[in-house]
């Protein structure tokens, strides 16, 4: 168990719906990353969020957008849904602290939501 | 750049073999190198990592060796056994205008045959 928690697992939905996904980062974690993984796909970023600010964007639609709230909790909005926007979607935390100036910022990842756009 | 590019895609080894995956980079900027393991429904967990100011890590069964003039590093299982097959990612880290990024290499499937 990672410590990171995503919510709902499974999600079944229709082609021009609207999704949320949530994340709770492990405890002490400020850092929340966003990923996505299609089928047979690499893990492909999306946004990070570093204790409520957006701090990078990747490869991130415009229908889908993002918040960290102040409790850290994570939400991925995903909007007029596509078939291709199938597939997991996963919550990464990190402490993106130092020990001793070395990097420690290890990601812990849950274990995903998996969405079916129908 | 801040590509990381990995090879092979796939691989199939016979168990008690060595299975080697390959990760290249060409920003001299990445200062840490870990290595992520995926099982099938789950999300993906870190491995064993190295920095660049030494050449080999070893944890158990996993090395990662690493070839700073090159910009390669690879990942050795020593006796795989059907229990390592999952996805492996290679990744990169670097200090990016202030904060920390990280780039994920494309991934490779491992399967060890019984």
């Known amino acids: 168990d990672s410590g990171v928690t995503q919510t709902p697992k499974h999600l079944i939905t229709a082609t021009g719906q609207r999704v949320t996904l949530r994340c709770s980062p492990r405890?002490?974690?400020?850092?929340v990353y966003w990923y996505q993984q299609s089928l047979d796909q690499g893990l492909q970023f999306l946004i990070h969020y570093y204790n409520g600010e957006e701090r990078a964007k990747g490869n991130i639609l415009e229908r889908f957008s993002a918040q960290q709230f102040p409790d850290l909790h994570s939400e991925l909005n995903l909007s007029s849904l596509e078939l291709g926007d199938s597939a997991l979607y996963f919550c990464?935390?990190?402490?993106?602290?130092?020990?001793?100036?070395?990097?420690?910022?290890?990601?812990?990842f849950g274990e995903g939501s998996r969405l079916t756009v129908l | 750049q801040q590509q990381v590019k990995q090879s092979p895609q796939s691989l199939i080894v016979q168990k008690g073999g060595i299975s080697i995956i390959n990760c290249a980079y060409e920003n001299t900027a990445f200062d840490y190198f870990p290595w992520y393991q995926q099982f099938p429904g789950k999300g993906p967990a870190l491995l064993i990592a190295?920095?660049?100011?030494?050449s080999e890590k070893k944890e158990g069964r996993f090395t990662i060796s690493f070839n700073k003039s090159a910009k390669q590093f690879s990942l050795h299982i020593m006796d795989s056994q059907p229990g390592d097959s999952a996805t492996y990612f290679c990744?990169?880290?670097?200090?990016?205008?202030?904060?920390?990024?990280?780039?994920f290499g494309s991934g490779t499937r491992l399967q060890v045959q019984p």
């Open positions: 190295i920095r660049p100011d030494v």
């Open positions: 405890s002490g974690d400020l850092s």
């Open positions: 990464a935390s990190s402490f993106a602290g130092t020990s001793g100036g070395r990097y420690t910022g290890e990601l812990f």
């Open positions: 990744a990169a880290s670097m200090l990016d205008t202030g904060r920390r990024a990280l780039t």
